[in-house]
């Protein structure tokens, strides 16, 4: 079947430096992507979303990139805080209805 | 309320027993969707309501696993004859409308089966 999966499942950035999380895709058909920030023992939280019909999209200190002809998909994070500190997954929305979620990588940030 | 709320937010119970797990979606949100955490894992869809429409229950791992929808807004999601490799945590999450600022995830309930 289809699925999400994340190139990397640790990944340890000094404070002050810029995170990039990969991920890659094996639905052509997804037209939506989510990337999610798990902190222990919480729920998944929202970051950012991108559709297909973009490439490149920037909210408050991250920046998600899509590259459809690899079917790859990354979050970067700019100047990283000790509070970044988290799982960080990609969803890929398959079809109209389920979200479909990678093993996730796990962010430490080294003071 | 303001978000997803789910309950219990732990519970321990013994091989064979059934469980009820609740979800209170954000209101005015017309999907809700379940989803089980394994330790360590990503996170494993189970079921998908939306608005009066058939629920996809295309996730659920067996016959013991059911779950409902009341008046569209809480959901009770069932295990009978819970079994060890139920353990987990199970989440709980609610959108507006796909594609619009992703999903709201409730913190979960972690079922111990003991």
């Known amino acids: 079947g289809e699925s999400v999966g994340l190139h990397l499942p640790t990944l340890s950035v000094q404070e002050g430096d810029n995170s990039i999380i990969n991920c890659a895709y094996s639905?052509?058909?997804?037209?939506?992507f989510i990337w999610y920030k798990q902190e222990s023992g919480k729920g998944p939280q929202f970051i950012i979303d991108?559709?297909?019909?973009?490439d490149k999209r920037q909210g408050q200190r991250v920046t998600v990139l899509l590259n459809k002809t690899v079917k790859h998909l990354s979050l970067q994070i700019a100047a990283t805080q000790p509070g970044d500190s988290a799982v960080y997954f990609c969803?890929?929305?398959?079809?109209?209805?389920?979200?479909?979620f990678g093993q996730g990588t796990r962010l430490t940030i080294n003071p | 309320g303001a978000g997803v709320s789910q309950s219990p937010s732990n519970k321990v119970t013994e091989k064979g027993k059934d469980v009820e797990l609740r979800c209170d979606p954000i209101?005015?949100?017309?999907?809700l969707y379940w989803y089980r955490q394994s330790l360590g894992q990503g996170l494993e869809f189970l079921i998908y309501?939306?608005?009066?429409?058939?629920?996809?229950k295309s996730g659920l791992p067996s016959d013991r696993f059911s779950a409902e929808r009341t008046g569209g807004s809480v959901s009770t999601l069932t295990i009978q004859r819970t079994q060890q490799e139920d353990s987990a945590v199970y989440l709980c999450?609610?959108?507006?409308?796909?594609?619009?600022?992703?999903?709201?995830f409730g913190s979960g309930t972690r079922l111990t089966v003991v």
């Open positions: 991108i559709r297909s019909n973009m």
């Open positions: 309501f939306q608005g009066n429409s058939a629920p996809d």
């Open positions: 639905n052509s058909a997804s037209d939506y």
């Open positions: 999450a609610s959108s507006f409308h796909r594609g619009q600022g992703g999903y709201t």
């Open positions: 969803a890929e929305n398959e079809g109209a209805q389920k979200l479909v």
């Open positions: 209101s005015g949100h017309t999907a």
